[in-house]
Every structure is written in C-alpha cells, then in structure tokens.
C-alpha cells in the first residue's frame, strides 16, 4: 500500500487544518474498499500498476483536496488552493524575512528610530499590498483564460514523492533564518559595511578587531548553517543525516559562543570629548559585560538544546510520529 500511501501523503498537503483527519480518513476508507473489491475480482493482490490505475480513477491529489473544499468563493476551489499557497509562500515565506533583513540596517541607523520604524512598516504593508494585487491579476487571469488547464491534470501516481514521516520543518524559520544569515555573514565579511555601531553626540560604538583563527571559525560555522537552512527549506523535514549534522553544528556553535565570549572586549567605546573619557570607559565596560555575558547565555541555551532535542532527534534518526490524521487514515487501509 506504499502507493496509496504516497497519495494520501499528496493529498493531505493540499487539504485545511481543520479538515485533514475527517477527510483522509475518508479518502483512506474509499480506497480501501476500491482494492479490496479489484482483489476479490482478480483473485490476487494487486500490483502497482493496477493500484496506480485506482489512484488515476480518483484523480489528482489537488483535485481530490479541492473537491473537499467548499464550492462558493471567488474562483474553483482548486484555483483559489493554489492561490492561497502561493500568497502564503510568497508573503510569508520570501517577502517578509526580506523586507525585514533589507528595512533593519535603515532603521538602526536613523537618528529617529520611531519615525524610521513606521516608515518600515509602511514600507511592507505597500510591498505586500503590490505584491497580493499582481498575484491576484494573474489568478485572474488564468481564471478567465486557463482555468481548463488547471483542472485538467495530466499526472502519474507512481511519480508522487516518497512518504516520509519526519518532523516538518517550518519553511517561514528557515527562510527567515536564511535571509538573516545572509545579511549577517555579508556584514561580519564586510561586504556590507556596517562598522560604526553608534556615533552620537557624546560617544562612538564600533566592533573590536577578530582573531583570525576564530574569525575563520565563525564564518566556517556559520557558512554551514547556511547550507543547512537552504536544505531545510528546500525539504522541510528531518532525516538521520540532517539530525547528526544539525547535532554537530549546534555542539560547534556552542563552542564558538563560549569561545567568543573569552575573546573580547568586542566593542570599542571612544570619547568624542576629552572630558568624558572617564565615564565612557565605564560605559565600554558595561556594553563588554553585557556581550560576554549574552554569548554566555546562548552557549548554554544552545547546550541545553543539544541535550534536549538534538541528541534525541539524531538517535531517533530524525524521524517522529506522523501526524494524527495521517496516521489516522494509514490505519484504515492497512
């Protein structure tokens, strides 16, 4: 039953929170019966091929979600599935973490943070206000014009991914955390330039010089990272091997953070002034403490990690209990 398996898989991808258990576990019950009746025909148990020919009965994954789906809404209910998807990766997924990472540097630099902060929210809201009125046009479009192609599937049962029963892994952390560490590592390599922290009135804030050695380990580290986000968001689920390298990259940046916070100082605190080097010493003590003291915490959150969730993820293999209503519906065809 791989195959159907497989198509449930396909299925429930398409189908609402809300819905998913009820409606699988119809979908499972149907197909049950469909094999059992073509086995006592046939007198054998079925192959794949003839399995297949069921499934193609039955009809494409996104067809068979959005017939479950209710009927009255501005467009079939398979166009306005695919809408609502590509809205949610387009505005949640994309946009968002982009926005953020391009609109951050702006609004800590400005001399009003209030006023440069509202500035970047209105800044969003008109991108993703632009970017749902092109989507829109073009569903539209395809509403009028292609709507026929749309629910006129050509498919095989036999290509539909593999069943796995990973963990899923939020797509929107990933690419939030991609796009961040992009930004990040671009400044920390000083493509971006970004090296005065604060220069105000009465002080300047700006980062101490990196150790070579351990600054070819924070970009080593953090390059890896990368890499593992970008594969989390292309398959947005765990498997042993991303287990036990997500384990050893967690035990590596737990070493980095305590690492780094033995290095310091990390900021350099001048005095724009003569007459207020005292005082600025003392506020480059505070700022320093603060760092060390943070990179401290994040060692130990990140060991806490390791111990807690990393170390049994790997001995599981990655894996965890599918979900519910996945479960649910395997059970009524087994």
């Given amino acids: ?66 017939s479950f789906l209710p009927q009255s809404g501005p467009m079939d209910p398979v166009l306005w599935t695919i809408y609502r998807f590509i809205l949610k990766v387009v505005l949640l997924w994309i946009l968002t973490p982009i926005l953020i990472v391009a609109m951050l540097p702006g609004v800590i630099q400005a001399h009003d943070h209030a006023a440069a902060y509202l500035a970047a929210i209105a800044g969003i809201c008109q991108s993703m206000v632009f970017a749902v009125g092109m989507i829109t046009i073009v569903f539209a479009l395809v ?26 892994i939020p797509r929107f952390g990933s690419s939030f955390s991609l ?65 036990w390298i997500w384990l050893a990259l967690n035990c590596a940046t737990a070493a980095v953070a305590a690492w780094m916070a033995q290095a310091g100082p990390w900021v350099i605190v001048t005095a724009v002034s003569p007459s207020d080097t005292a005082g600025v010493a003392s506020l480059g003590r505070v700022i320093n403490s603060a760092v060390t003291g943070t990179l401290w915490v994040a060692a130990g959150i990140l060991v806490a990690i390791i111990l807690l969730q990393d170390v049994r993820r790997a001995l599981r293999g990655g894996t965890s209990q599918p979900p519910v209503g996945f479960s649910a519906a395997m059970k009524t065809i087994q």
Wanted: net charge neutral; proline share 6%.
């Fill in 1 to 66: 039953m791989q195959l159907i398996e497989r198509y449930l898989q396909a299925v429930r991808f398409w189908l609402p929170k809300a819905q998913r258990d009820d409606i699988l576990a119809e979908i499972a019950e149907d197909l049950r019966s469909q094999v059992e009746e073509r086995e006592q025909m046939l007198g054998h148990s079925l192959e794949p091929a003839e399995v297949s020919e069921i499934l193609k009965r039955r009809g494409h994954p996104l067809l068979v979600a959005g």
């Fill in 143 to 168: 509403r009028k014009y292609g709507v026929q192609r749309v629910t006129q599937l050509d498919w095989d049962p036999q290509r539909l991914p593999a069943v796995h029963d990973a963990q899923e």
């Fill in 179 to 243: 796009i961040w560490g992009i930004f990040f590592l671009l400044w920390w390599v000083d493509l971006v330039h970004f090296p005065v922290l604060l220069h105000g009135a009465a002080v300047r804030i700006e980062m101490s010089p990196v150790p070579v050695v351990l600054n070819a380990c924070i970009v080593s580290v953090w390059i890896w990272a990368l890499g593992m986000h970008a594969v989390n968001l292309w398959r947005p689920w765990w498997t042993r091997a991303r287990a």
